[in-house]
């Protein structure tokens, strides 16, 4: 499915399924042995999605190694990769809240359960955002399972290409008070012109001391797009055809530590080899099926 201007999606679509993948990868990470992440909601969402392939994985029905042979340890790469992401945007939220901030953003939310599942400081509201059938779906998968959110959680549908810093407001976000911003595995998802507009939005919308957690990805300059097929062939064995080029905007952008600290936040960058290393995984052997490149992950604070 190809992108174009003003397009939807559900959680089994286009960008939408992308989500639905993300959290079949913190499922299994979370099934692991000494698991580094817990997320005891993203197998039952990714159930009630409904993709076959999702499916059979987090229900341990298939092996993709065995399927794969020639992909096990990037397949391996690719969990590992995923509970230390995860990792690292828990911290960063637990992290924002010993600094006394109270309101928490999470941008194009999916399934992201943290609302739910992490242990907020007490008088934190939680604020996902995405667009509204995504939102719905996941507030009553999560209601149908009994779960509670453990902050207060508003939920804000609205697409991101939309005047979502007024829809944010409405739904109660102060400006006037620090915010912990996250953008997780969104940015190669925008144009980069519109990668800029989203930081110039975030960056209105924050007091000081609000902080800001996002990944940068130098790869996307020099996309391959039929390095990315033949790296999702694992995939088509399980019936699964998911065209990452078409869903992606290739292209040169602006790291956001850049974009960001020219307009007076502190920045610090992290390779993804050195958070494998910080967490106590081997250092990531992605190998030919690393059709991103080096990730470099993003934290910084409004002076």
Known sequence: MVRTEGDSWDLASSVGATATMVA???AIASAAENPLIDDPFAAPLVRAVGIPAFTMMVDGSVDLAEI???SASQVRSNIDEMAVRTKFFDDYFMAAGELGIRQAVILAAGL??????????DGTTVYEVDQPEVIEFKTRTLADLGAAPTAERRTVPVDLRDDWPAAMRAAGLDPDQPTAWCAEGLLIYLPPEAQDRLFDNIHALSASGSTVATEFVPGMKDFDPEKARAAAATFSKLGLEMDMPSLVYRGERTSAADYLGAR???????????????????????GAGDVLGEIVYISGRLS
């Open 112 to 121: 992201d359960a943290r609302a739910y599942r992490l242990p907020w400081a």
């Open 68 to 70: 794969a042979p020639e």
């Open 264 to 286: 007076g936040w502190r920045m610090t960058q992290t390779p993804r080899a050195d958070l494998f290393t910080r967490y106590g995984l081997a250092k990531p052997d992605l």
């Open 24 to 26: 079949a990868g913190r």
